[in-house]
T-cell receptor, first 109, second 115 residues
């Protein structure tokens, strides 16, 4: 079973920041937080991952709380193409990915 | 940017037939995976493959399934005798090992329809 809790859906206006929360209160010390997204029925797309420090790349930022029990994925300027299902996954460094139901993000004009 | 590729994009087969789904992982990646997603359901792990052998498999991956890396570039999933419930999107993924983590990159998937 997935070890994370995410809201089932969120809306965001185009051009605004999308902040997607994830709770992972039972995360272990050796587990990383990974974010993927799936646009329609395409293959999941890697976004970002982190262990305990905040991370940023060209797609998004990942903010992990100090106690590591929750995190937030930030898409700084959402576009219509960011409409997708976003998955927050916790796992040891090398292991299968266990997908939950994710958050369906709808970006509207 | 290197990508995982999968062929065919759509495969239609009759129940009981054998199918082979093909994947070309990203060059120099060391770990290979198959996942599937039945329409409207979660993405499910099937099998992981490392150093020319299965490292982990799920309960779904029964004797009807097999994987192979026949050469240095391809990674295949074979279903020996397809069932209606095998109809799904099948995703291949590959990953390098960087430090203590591996990030899996997925292909576009093969839609398998069993009639």
């Amino acid at each position: 079973d997935a070890k994370t809790t995410q809201p089932p859906s969120m809306d965001c206006a185009e051009g605004r920041a999308a902040n997607l929360p994830c709770n992972h209160s039972t995360i272990s010390g050796n587990e990383y937080v990974y974010w993927y997204r799936q646009i329609h029925s395409q293959g999941p797309q890697y976004i970002i991952h982190g262990l305990k420090n905040n991370e940023t790349n060209e797609m998004a930022s990942l903010i992990i709380t100090e106690d590591r029990k929750s995190s937030t994925l930030i898409l700084p300027h959402a576009t219509l193409r960011d409409t997708a299902v976003y998955y927050c996954i916790v796992r040891p460094g090398t292991d299968k990915l266990i997908f939950g139901t994710g958050t369906r993000l709808q970006v509207f004009p | 940017e290197p990508e995982v590729t999968q062929t065919p994009s759509h495969q239609v087969t009759q129940m009981g037939q054998e199918v082979i789904l093909r994947c070309v992982p990203i060059s120099n990646h060391l770990y290979f995976y198959w996942y599937r997603q039945i329409l409207g359901q979660k993405v499910e792990f099937l099998v992981s493959f490392y150093n020319n052998e299965i490292s982990e498999k799920s309960e779904i991956f029964d004797d009807q399934f097999s994987v192979e890396r026949p050469d240095g570039s391809n990674f295949t999933l074979k279903i020996r005798s397809t069932k209606l419930e095998d109809s799904a999107m099948y995703f291949c993924a590959s990953s390098p090992l960087v430090g203590f983590t591996d990030t899996q990159y997925f292909g576009p998937g093969t839609r398998l329809t069993v009639l």
